[in-house]
């Protein structure tokens, strides 16, 4: 019996990230403009090549705070997916990257550095109208981490990563009308937010901000996991094709 070995394929690994936050109201996504080809001063997510003795991870925070000057490690950086098409990036015959997502509040302004030409916060709803569009294959990274973003919204309690140490309910319902792209019931979110178990504690204190009735503070509860889930109102707006 004679034996058939396949070709085997040296590939480079690479690690991209899709950093959210909601800045004034908006979801907001961390990009950086190319500095060099491929794809030159074209729009694209932070990232870059592994590095001997690294781990993926490693790799991720590094690129992160060499292109825009942030550190990622207080950000809690989950795995998406791995991007494994022949063609996606010409730099290597075949790059195969790895998608990190990571959700905070009122992150700062990025400075860019690296490789990066400029680094800047933009709105999700106005990443489809970028000149030239996302380089490689960034929107489908893009989409599938925003559909991942969408859907935990549903089932743990990662709203709160978006919120202030203390927050209020209008403060945590406007996380997910802004990542769900939709009006949520106000009486009802209320209800179900403060019925689930250890979703939210009360800090038993009040808000300063507004004009109006002081609202109570709250601060995140230990709970991962929400029982019982949110249930998305409607299908949120595409603003990303994959």
Known sequence: MVTRLR???VVTLTADLVILTIRE???CLLLVERANEPFKSRSALPGGFLRAG??????ALRELAEETSL???PLHLEQVGLYSAPDRDP???RVVTCSFLAIAPNLPVPVAGSDAHAARW???RDVDRL???LAFDHAA???DALARARTKLQYTTIATAFCAPEFTISELREVYEVVWGVEVDRPNFHRKVTDADDFVVPTGKKSSKGTGRPALLYRAGTARVLHPPMVLPAAPESVVDG
């Not at 690294?54 to 790799?59: K, Y």
Request: zero cysteines; hydrophobic letters at 30%; proline letters at 7%.
């Open 7 to 9: 070709d085997r394929e």
């Open 25 to 27: 109201g908006e979801l």
């Open 54 to 59: 690294e781990t993926i991870e490693e790799t």
């Open 71 to 73: 550190d990622g490690l």
């Open 91 to 93: 730099r290597e015959p």
């Open 122 to 124: 933009v709105p999700v």
């Open 131 to 133: 000149t030239g569009g």
């Open 141 to 143: 990274i893009l989409a």
